[in-house]
């Protein structure tokens, strides 16, 4: 059996921290310093199971609940905005989203790091569509949003018996997730980062199920979902996370509800 090569580590480390966050990898100061480098970027970041875009989205969905750093989640976002693996006007989108699934505080927060790190690279300020710019029939976005609901969760949602579910039929579903600045699969790992953060177990496992069941996320994606979500959650939290994916996948494949 070959060992492997700590400086080798180190030195993949580096440059993948480097390249994620378009910035010279500072050298490490500190083991959690260095465990960013050895063991972050250097065995998470470059692994084949997910592409390097769900791994931004997930990381700044995390980085942004968890409170982490500005240098932290500034860096998730240089790094996808130089790289130009998600544009301006889809971050836009993303803080969004995120305020639905993580409180509009955490949607803020988002936003202003985005306008911080647009405003150093110098970009232009991204136009974005309003959320309904024509006038509408209340009774129709009921409608639309129900249908929305069906599409994505991939099973019936209730009734608009109370305000928030109201909430759910007509905004989230019936205009967000009905906007056309972010494709469904990234407005999934978006989702599924706020929903794990929220403890919640029913929205927990109908949304794992969901990503898989509507064709977004296969069950393989979704295990390295856990370990990129772990990195900003913790490791009990993700521990979590892993046994709703193993049920859900379980679901997914003997062909069951996710609530079976």
Known sequence: MSLLDPQERSARGAAFQTEVTAAPAPD???P????????????????????RRARYLVSIAGATISG????????YLRGALVGQVISLAELRETALHLAVYAGWPKGQDLDRAITRVAG???????PWPPIRGDAWDPDIRTAQGMAEFTTTMTFSGGPSISPFLEAINNFVFGEMWCRP???QRSRRWITLVGVCESCADTPIRSHIYAAMASGNCTPEEMQEFVLQYGIHAGWPKASAIQGAVWAMSKNFAAGLPWNA
């Open 68 to 75: 982490a750093q500005d240098s932290v989640l500034d860096g």
């Open 181 to 183: 600045g972010l494709d």
């Open 120 to 126: 150093e690279l110098g970009l232009a300020p991204a």
């Open 32 to 51: 959690v310093e260095g465990s960013w480098r050895d063991f972050v970027f250097a065995e998470v970041w470059n692994r084949p199971g997910l592409e």
């Open 28 to 30: 490490p100061a500190t």
